[in-house]
């Protein structure tokens, strides 16, 4: 026998797939900048209600305490999307809790428990989001605070997303003099929009907005493409034709129009609609890019021999080929996200996004079109993130294509 | 009679310029006996195979006729849900390239279990067990840790080892083994080759041997068939065969062996190369390359006839010898 079972392959010969583009990656520096950029993104969505929120997270009135942002926290009284912001919320939790126990169970050598723990940690988080009963809660207390009443502690920006009455259009409070006018009390760094309400805070919370159409419109896209890619790629002849004709007359479609013109006859424009209506219209570049990776494949003798033993076509396409052709798809994810986050601003932008009071920055920029010069700062701050997360998305996107080209690979 | 092929005929394409891969052919395999089909590149034998478990690509293959009996059912005519269950349980198969049969993204263990719960209801940890009795069987060592590798971690031979292991799991009648040594060293042929041997035997197992090696054949074979552009021409016990061949093509392939011992010489070639499947030349099908081919070779097919006792031929120039009385 010439196998030395003793011996490990060589470290080098060992590095996974994954391993060896993480390296390549993480070589340019530009891309590492961009994933660091999606992190801080991430962060932003995540936190938006701790970063900004009109209501303390502790109070203290007549001695008597109480967390009045924690109710909030698991039952928002005042956002329209409300599965949105618990979904959000719970997973601030759960992400933290889930690093926790993988790093605990790694710790102390229990790694079978780490499923059960995952659970059931995850059912005891989903409890409070049922549990706790939505309550409007009008109490002014940053007036209270102010009045000396009560005291609290505040999250880093007072002010609640969908919080009106600050003044209409007011420019960032250290660029101009209104603070001194006596009108107001509050500080808008980055002043106020058309409905009187904070636009820092609106961008934060707009994140959440972004982020969630990104992603998900992304996912549905992505799903429908890798299911047609691979059932063209496949089953191949009359199917594949068929398949591939579909999408490249759904390719001919200008995609923002077709958009546009379904959102403009659709009831109730909410995320979910938007969302659903942006992947089910941006899957063809999926679908191909599947298509042939698929083709590739098949013809490999593992193909064949999963055939050989028994398996049905959907298990050999879904165990066996996506598998080893999803890959590539990591990267027109990357970009698709990109291009839904400016979808969505797009379409909010035009009048055809979500529906106010939802913070979008779209919804923004638009309030400023009546007259952009006077109203710079609702043209310059919503902007600037848009602008700043395509790029971001972009270049993580470019660095993960050449990570996984071989052709670009340096010599490790 | 374990499996009994008739007549089968493959073609890949429609219309006058289709390839006809396999023409005609019939051969038998008795359970538990091996069997080997040879022959050049291209010349049908893979095709063979493949159409023996239905794993043709249809399009642009197609079997245009003939009947493939697994102990009297015509796998031709059942339904597909019942040829997957065939598939793995009843024949299995081992391919050439043992480098990209397993799927680079699974361990062998998690492959190896696969296979076990498509056929039966098992817990995993029988799988498990039943996976770790047959990699122990195939030779491989410390097989419990070979199942947490990932295919790219074994070496070509150990791989071939573990794929025929695959192929054992749920107890096959009949193992097709797709040039299983020709990827693999000369060294490690062996090796392979005897493991086959020994594991026919003890599973009882029929198996039919496809190569192009009559080295491989000779040692591990008791009937070959010598299949020439998608016609078998000479079916013969071994020994008669390596005694005597009587087609000119099989008379050619000795000669192209080279000789231990012999006087060195150049090498015997067969002249021209393997007709275009889509193009076959009439008649039959070796006479341009036949250096005994008279003018009736290019006008009439011969028939596949006994021309000795027991022994299969198609050519037109070996005469019909009687049994001697």
């Known amino acids: ?412 | 009679m374990l499996l009994e092929v008739k007549n089968l005929s493959v073609q890949f394409g429609e219309g006058p310029r289709a390839a006809r891969a396999v023409n005609n052919v019939s051969l038998s395999i008795d359970a538990g006996e091996t069997v080997a089909l040879v022959g050049e590149s291209g010349c049908g034998k893979s095709v063979t195979g493949l159409s023996l478990m239905r794993l043709i690509e249809t399009p642009p293959g197609r079997i245009t006729s003939g009947e493939i009996c697994l102990a009297g059912q015509d796998l031709l005519r059942i339904p597909l849900k019942d040829m997957r269950k065939i598939r793995g349980s009843e024949i299995a198969m081992i391919f050439q390239e043992p480098m990209t049969s397993f799927n680079p993204v699974y361990t062998i263990g998690d492959q190896l279990i696969e296979t076990v719960l498509l056929h039966e209801k098992t817990t995993l940890q029988q799988a498990h067990a039943r996976a770790e009795d047959l990699l122990t069987e195939v030779g491989i060592p410390a097989p419990g840790e070979r199942m947490r590798q990932y295919p790219h971690e074994l070496s070509g031979g150990m791989k071939q080892r573990a794929m025929i292991a695959m192929g054992l799991l749920c107890n096959p009648q009949l193992l097709l083994a797709d040039e299983p040594t020709t990827a693999l060293d000369v060294t490690v042929q062996a090796q392979i080759l005897d493991l086959l041997r020994e594991l026919q035997a003890r599973h009882n197992m029929a198996v039919l041997l496809i190569t192009h090696d009559l080295a491989v054949v000779a040692e591990t074979v008791k009937r070959v068939y010598v299949m020439y552009a998608s016609e078998i021409v000479e079916h013969a016990k071994v020994e008669e065969l390596f005694r005597e061949p009587l087609h000119p093509y099989t008379t050619g392939l000795f000669k192209c062996l080279p000789k231990l011992g012999g006087r060195r010489e150049e090498l015997h070639v067969i002249p021209g190369s393997v007709p275009n499947p889509s193009d076959f030349p009439s008649g039959c099908h070796f006479h341009p390359r036949c250096p005994l081919a008279k003018p009736i070779c290019s006008q009439e097919s011969p028939l596949l006839e006994e021309k000795r006792p027991g022994r299969l031929c198609a050519c037109h120039l070996v005469e019909k010898v009687a049994a001697k009385v």
């Open chain 1, 1 to 412: 026998m010439n196998v030395r079972p003793d011996v490990k392959t060589t470290p080098n010969a060992s590095q996974s797939y994954w391993g060896m583009v993480w390296q390549q990656f993480s070589r340019s520096r530009a891309s590492m900048l961009g994933l660091f950029f999606v992190g801080l993104m991430f962060a932003v969505a995540f936190l938006a209600p701790v970063l900004a929120e009109k209501k303390p997270l502790i109070w203290i009135e007549d001695g008597v305490t109480t967390f009045p942002l924690i109710r909030e926290f698991f039952a928002p009284s005042e956002a329209p999307e409300r599965v949105l912001e618990t979904g959000y919320n719970f997973l601030l939790l759960f992400f933290p809790s889930m690093i926790l126990i993988w790093w605990l169970t790694g710790k102390y050598q229990v790694k079978k428990l780490r499923k059960w723990l995952l659970l059931v940690v995850a059912i005891l988080l989903l409890i409070p989001f049922f549990a706790v009963q939505t309550r409007l809660n009008t109490t002014p207390y940053r007036q209270l605070a102010a009045e000396g009443q009560g005291e609290g502690v505040f999250p880093l920006i007072p002010y609640g997303p969908f919080e009106q009455g600050f003044g209409n259009r007011i420019p960032p409070t250290w660029w101009s003099e209104s603070r001194a006018e006596g009108e107001n009390t509050t500080y808008h760094v980055l002043g106020t929009d058309n409905a009187g309400r904070d636009v820092l805070v609106r961008i934060i919370h707009g994140a959440r907005v972004s982020l969630a159409v990104g992603i998900v419109s992304v996912f549905v896209a992505t799903a429908i493409g890798i299911f047609i890619g691979a059932i063209a790629g496949y089953f191949g002849g009359r199917i594949d034709i068929l398949l591939s004709r579909a999408i490249e007359i759904m390719m001919c479609f200008p995609t923002f129009f077709l958009i546009l013109t379904i959102i403009a006859i659709m009831d109730e424009r909410s995320i979910l609609n938007i969302v659903l209506v942006i992947g089910c219209t941006s899957w063809t570049g999926v679908a191909r890019l599947v298509r042939g990776e698929v083709l590739k494949q098949r013809g490999l003798d593992y193909v064949t021999a999963s055939i050989a033993l028994g398996a049905s076509s959907l298990r050999t396409i879904f165990r066996h080929l996506l598998p080893n052709s999803i890959a590539p798809v990591l990267v027109s994810i990357t970009f698709g996200i990109a291009s839904s986050i400016l979808m969505e601003s797009g379409l909010s932008f035009l009048g055809f996004g979500v529906d106010i009071p939802t913070a979008s920055w779209g919804e923004l920029l638009k309030q400023a079109r009546e007259a952009p010069t006077i109203y710079w700062w609702l043209v310059m701050f919503p902007g600037a993130p848009i602008f700043f997360t395509v790029t971001i998305y972009n270049l993580v996107g470019e660095g993960l294509r050449d990570a996984m080209d071989p052709r670009l690979r340096l010599q490790i």
